[in-house]
């Protein structure tokens, strides 16, 4: 069983910046992608950034050039840095991993919150 532990979330202010973590209990390297989702109050979970294990990246439309995601093979982790944060950004963000075979893997999700 895959573990994956999120932190960083926080209340910010909007134009404000955050950056989450999430590390996994085994090789990040063993998945076929990785990355975020979020899921704001009455809403479906929606992507929000992934990386392949080549490298690739993926963003949504409403995060693209205030959002970056990265990877740290040494430390298993992967990362979503966020700026130029805005209210509608609040949301629950849940870190995920996809293996080459099988559903993925999930954490159980950290809150951020911003203010107007």
């Known amino acids: 069983q895959v573990q994956l532990v999120e932190s960083g979330g926080n209340l910010v202010q909007a134009g404000g910046l955050l950056r989450l973590s999430c590390e996994a209990s085994?090789?990040?390297?063993?998945?076929?992608?990785t990355g975020w989702y979020r899921q704001a109050p009455g809403k479906q979970r929606e992507l929000v950034a992934t990386?392949?294990?080549?490298?690739?990246?993926n963003y949504a439309e409403s995060v693209k050039g205030r959002f970056s995601i990265s990877r740290d093979n040494a430390r298993n982790t992967v990362d979503l840095q966020m700026n130029v944060l805005k209210p509608e950004d609040t949301a629950v963000y849940y870190c995920?991993?996809?293996?080459?075979?099988?559903?993925?893997?999930w954490g159980q999700g950290t809150q951020v919150t911003v203010s107007s």
């Open positions: 990386i392949t294990r080549g490298g690739s990246e």
């Open positions: 995920y991993a996809q293996p080459w075979a099988g559903s993925a893997y």
């Open positions: 085994r090789d990040i390297l063993s998945f076929r992608s």
